[in-house]
């Protein structure tokens, strides 16, 4: 076997504080949070002189992760404003939720925007994308009964 288990998702932010507080809102809990520089930091990205912030977040059930990450140096480049969903590359994370329009609504507050609307799939679940900090789109299922 060669993948034991996905340890995390990364995604880049240039204002890590409101990535941070839009995530805590949705339920995941911040584990930790510190700086990453050196020579292992640009090794692993191939690129020099780095310095970055990471806040690494939780799912409440402790099994996902999601890195949030803001570069101090190099330059953070601002990635294309609201890329459509058939856009090649890491379009989405997904959540599982509990409450589909609770959890919208109060997104909202933290600026997120429906992507389309809130849709149904059989008798199976509600689902819905929101573009949420800087543009990332967030899925969100919630299981019906």
């Keep these: 076997m060669t993948v034991r288990r996905m340890d995390n998702v990364g995604i880049v932010f240039s204002d890590l504080e409101a990535a941070v507080a839009f995530f805590v809102e949705l339920g995941l809990e911040v584990e930790g949070r510190t700086q990453i520089e050196g020579k292992v930091a640009d090794q692993c990205t191939g690129l020099e002189g780095v310095r970055c912030d990471i806040a690494m977040l939780r799912t409440p059930d402790g099994l996902s992760r999601l890195e949030l990450t803001s570069y101090v140096t190099p330059t953070v480049i601002p990635g294309p404003p609201k890329q459509p969903h058939n856009t090649v590359g890491m379009h989405r994370v997904m959540f599982a939720v509990d409450n589909l329009e609770d959890v919208v609504t109060r997104l909202a507050r933290h600026g997120a925007e429906p992507v389309g609307e809130i ?6 679940y509600l ?9 990332v789109i967030v899925g969100l299922a919630e299981q019906l009964s």
């Design 119 to 124: 849709a149904r799939y059989e008798d199976s």
């Design 127 to 135: 689902l819905c994308y929101v573009r949420g900090p800087e543009g």
